[in-house]
Structures are given as structure tokens and as C-alpha cells.
């Protein structure tokens, strides 16, 4: 018999109105694959059991109501510890927000229990979301479930993990440049970016305003539709919140490919890449070319300068954002005799060295003087990528490239090489520069085991088609019971 733990969204959701089994069932499942696996993993900060067990129980009554809340309700939710949750230590993995408790749930949240979630616990992160591997936390790394010796990817890593080793269903996490997707594909699970203001980032504790967004991590494609079912929509308390209809996520689902224009983006594959996982990719679009797709090289020539433009955006915008952790209002506080030693010496033990260091180098590229040759150049640099990809969308219908240039990676590598490091985000940044909506799906492993990601990315509230890529990416992967495999060795 399958373990609870390893269903897919939805397998479970079919199961609970069935009746075959309980949430409260498939609570006690996720709980006792959590205890086999986070001595070893460390995906999680937090778990919420009495909150969890309310919910689960609350699930069930309203099943047997025949209240039917959305695809979500009893389902074990992870939530990554930058979302702000009423009542539970919310800490985005930083020694400056230690105890913060919020008083109130972020959109996404509320959109979560309304739809009859089950809120697991919080899940670990770079500090800040600043980081690629979940080594930048001020709790200590997480690893990955296919290899504990190497990282999980970032900075969503904690709940990437916990949902590619059964500890949670579904998790969300946050993409400023890449987040969701490279730790999904590090980890062999689905993880995927909405369009820029699709999901209200209100109550997200913020880094760089004008590139965070909420997203899913899950183990199908399917399972990722249901999820952004959830928390998607237009928000009033987010001013860059998405004011029109959300598309039909599921149009075309099943349609498979035959007739799209698949662009394959020459300066995202090829050198630069790891030579096994730009094999897996190019098989990918091999199949998808079987399957009734063309295939339009194409060059997108401002994607050079991607990572460095974003690197002047992110660490700006994080400067401002960051200002307000300053040791008067909440979090931690050390004593100075004047108000500013007060403040600096708060952020200095409060902040670790990849957030001072993206502050320092944002309140630089801000300062007067500087400005426009720094800060302002990257602008109109992000204005150029924008418009490239206006210009691919005319030629391709979606496009697609390697979701990180390599696989997982082990721990420590490239902690005292911050340029390697940011290099891990080479793929996925472009996405969070122009706002437009990206997946990441599994499709195989290398030779070493370790799961390598396929990206469809597509143009603004293109969703529906990109799933409809990414579903058939999916299924000439055949995935997933390789994944649950691997999953299972883990925790036995």
C-alpha cells in the first residue's frame, strides 16, 4: 500500500472524498515521514502540531458537511518562513527576526486556510531569501533528499525538500530569481514562478519588491495548477497585485503540444551548462518535437547581462526594504548609548554575511553619485531584457532552457565563492527581470543520480500554456515514481 505520505495533491484530494481516508490520516503520515527525516534534512524551522491537527480535524468535519473548500482542503501544507503567519514564529531564517510572532496571516495564507489547508510548520531558507543553496540561514543548512551531502538548492530549499521527501504535499516558497524553480530542480519536483503580481505578495516579508513572487512547489504539474488555484487572484491590500481575470490554468492540460513553437534560447543552453544536464535538456526538446512541436532557435542578446543588472536591482531594493529592521520595532534589539549604536549594532548581529553584504552593496549603487551609472543602468538594462522577450514571444509560443546549469551541488562548495554562487541563478533570472511566468519540471537524473530540471518559460499571464508544455514534459519524463523511489530510500 502506497504511504500517505507520497501522494501527489492530487491523488489525495481523491482519496479524502472517497472517504478511503482521513486528513487527520494523512496528517499522522506527513508527521511520521517528518520524524524519519529531518534529523537528516532540516527542512523545516517549525511545525505547528496543534495548529495542524485543528485544521486537519476542521477538514474533515467540513468533508463531511459535504463542504468542499478547493482541491487543498486536507492537505499538509509547508510554508516557506518569509510568509507571514499569524500566531507562528515567522523568521525568514535570520537572528534579527528571532521570536517575531505576526499578528495577522499574509493573503496567500488566508487564501491557504480558507481553502481548507492544512499549515504544516514553516520551512528553512537562505536569510532573507538571499542565496541559492539554504546555507545562508541563521538555523543551519538543509540538505538534499537525494543526496544529504549536498544542498537543496535556494532560497526556497527548506520547502522544496520537505515536498521532494514526503514531510509536506505541496510547499510554497518565494522566486526573486529563481527561488521556486532551482531548488524544484535540484530536488526532482515541480516548482513554478506566476506572472509578476498574479499572487498578492502582501504579508511576504519583503527583499526586492519589484521581483518576489509566491509560488508553488509540488510533485506534479497538476498538483502545481491546484496550488496556484489557491492563492491566486487579484488582492487590494497589494497595489502591484494583478487587477484582471486569472487565466483558466488548466485550459489545454491534456492538448499536448502539436502545433506550439517551442523556442529554445541559445544563450541559456549550451556553454555554461554541465554537459549531462544540457544532454537531458536537449532530449526534452527532441521529444517535444516528436510530439508535434517546432522547434525556433533564437537569441535573446540582453540575457547577458541579466545577472549583472540583477544584481544591482535585488541588493537596492533590499537595502531600502531592510532599512526597517533597525532594532525599535520588533525583533531583535541591542543596547548602544546612542539611538544609531543601538541600530548598528542590531543589524550587525543581526543580519548574517550575505545580507550585509547585498545591503552594503545596494546602499551603494543608490548613493548619490552613483545612482544612474549603477542602479539607473540596470534599469534600462531590465528594460532591454523586457523587450527581447516581447520580441522571442513573436517568434515561440513558450521557451525553454536548462533550469540550473547543474545539478546539486555539495555543501560548502561555493560558500566562499559568492560569484559561483549567484552563477547558480544564471537560467532563472531572466523570468524575475521581464515578470513573466516560469516552471521548472523534473526529467531525469545525471549520472550521479541527482535530478535534473527542464524550464518552459512563457510570456505574461501565459500560464495555461505553460503548464500545458510543462504537463507533456512530464509526461515523456515519466518522473514521478523514480522521484517517490528515491524519496523512499531516503527515509527508510
Known amino acids: 500500500m502506497t504511504d500517505l505520505a507520497d501522494l501527489t495533491v492530487t491523488g489525495a484530494a481523491a482519496g479524502l472524498r472517497a472517504g478511503e481516508f482521513s486528513s487527520v490520516d494523512l496528517l499522522e503520515a506527513v508527521h511520521r515521514r517528518a520524524a524519519m527525516t529531518e534529523a537528516n534534512l532540516h527542512a523545516y524551522l517549525s511545525i505547528d502540531r496543534d495548529g495542524a491537527a485543528r485544521a486537519a480535524v476542521g477538514a ?10 478547493g482541491l487543498l482542503q486536507g492537505i499538509p501544507v509547508a510554508l516557506k518562513d518569509n510568509m507571514v503567519t499569524r500566531g507562528l514564529e515567522t523568521t525568514c531564517s535570520s537572528k534579527i527576526l528571532a521570536g517575531y510572532l505576526p499578528p495577522y496571516d499574509g493573503t496567500a495564507v488566508s487564501r491557504l486556510r480558507e481553502g481548507g489547508a492544512v499549515i504544516f510548520g514553516k520551512t528553512n531558507l ?23 551531502e549536498r544542498v537543496p538548492g535556494g532560497s526556497s530549499g527548506g520547502s522544496a525538500a520537505a515536498v521532494a521527501a514526503g514531510s509536506a504535499l505541496v510547499g510554497f516558497g518565494s522566486d526573486t530569481g529563481g527561488s521556486i524553480r532551482q531548488p524544484a530542480a535540484l530536488c526532482g519536483i515541480v516548482g513554478m514562478k506566476p506572472t509578476y503580481g498574479l499572487v498578492s505578495r502582501y504579508g511576504l516579508i519583503a527583499f526586492a519588491s519589484s521581483l518576489d513572487q509566491i509560488g508553488p512547489l509540488t510533485r506534479t504539474v497538476e498538483d502545481s495548477v491546484a496550488a496556484l488555484e489557491v492563492v491566486g487572484g487579484y488582492d487590494p491590500a497589494d497595489s502591484t497585485s494583478y487587477p484582471g481575470d486569472v487565466p483558466d490554468y488548466r485550459a489545454g492540460l491534456e492538448s499536448g503540444v502539436a502545433g506550439l513553437r517551442v523556442g529554445v534560447v541559445s544563450e541559456l543552453n549550451g556553454e555554461g551548462i554541465d554537459p549531462e544536464v544540457q544532454a537531458g535538456v536537449d532530449q526534452c526538446i527532441a521529444g517535444l518535437e516528436q510530439a508535434g512541436a517546432s522547434i525556433v532557435e533564437l537569441s535573446l542578446p540582453s540575457i547577458e547581462y541579466a545577472l549583472s543588472a540583477y544584481y544591482l536591482i535585488a541588493p537596492a531594493e533590499c537595502s531600502a526594504n531592510l532599512a526597517r529592521f533597525d532594532g525599535v520595532r520588533y525583533g531583535l534589539r541591542r543596547r548602544g548609548e546612542t539611538v544609531e549604536e543601538m541600530m548598528s549594532t542590531t543589524r550587525a548581529d543581526g543580519f548574517g554575511p550575505e545580507v550585509i553584504r547585498r545591503i552594503l552593496l545596494g546602499t551603494y549603487a543608490l548613493s548619490a553619485g552613483y545612482y544612474d551609472a549603477f542602479y539607473g543602468q540596470a534599469q534600462r538594462v531590465r528594460t532591454l531584457i523586457i523587450q527581447d522577450f516581447q520580441a522571442a514571444y513573436e517568434q515561440a509560443d513558450v521557451l525553454v532552457s536548462p533550469t540550473s546549469p547543474t545539478t546539486a551541488f555539495q555543501l560548502g562548495d561555493r560558500t566562499q565563492d559568492p560569484l559561483s554562487m549567484y552563477l547558480s541563478d544564471v537560467c532563472t533570472i531572466p523570468s524575475n527581470m521581464s515578470g513573466d511566468p516560469a516552471i521548472s519540471v523534473p526529467i531525469g537524473l545525471d549520472g550521479a543520480g541527482l535530478p535534473i530540471g527542464f524550464q518552459v518559460m512563457a510570456p505574461a499571464l501565459g500560464e495555461p500554456l505553460m503548464f500545458r508544455v510543462a504537463a507533456e514534459v512530464e509526461r515523456q519524463a515519466g518522473f514521478e515514481a523514480r522521484a517517490t523511489h528515491a524519496t523512499s530510500e531516503v527515509v527508510t
Not at 60 to 69: E, M, P
Open 126 to 148: 537562505d536569510e532573507f531569501a538571499m542565496g541559492s543553496s539554504t546555507e545562508n540561514s541563521a538555523y543551519g543548512p538543509s540538505r538534499n533528499p537525494w543526496d544529504p
Open 60 to 69: 474533515d468535519s467540513a468533508f463531511k458537511s459535504n463542504t468542499d473548500l
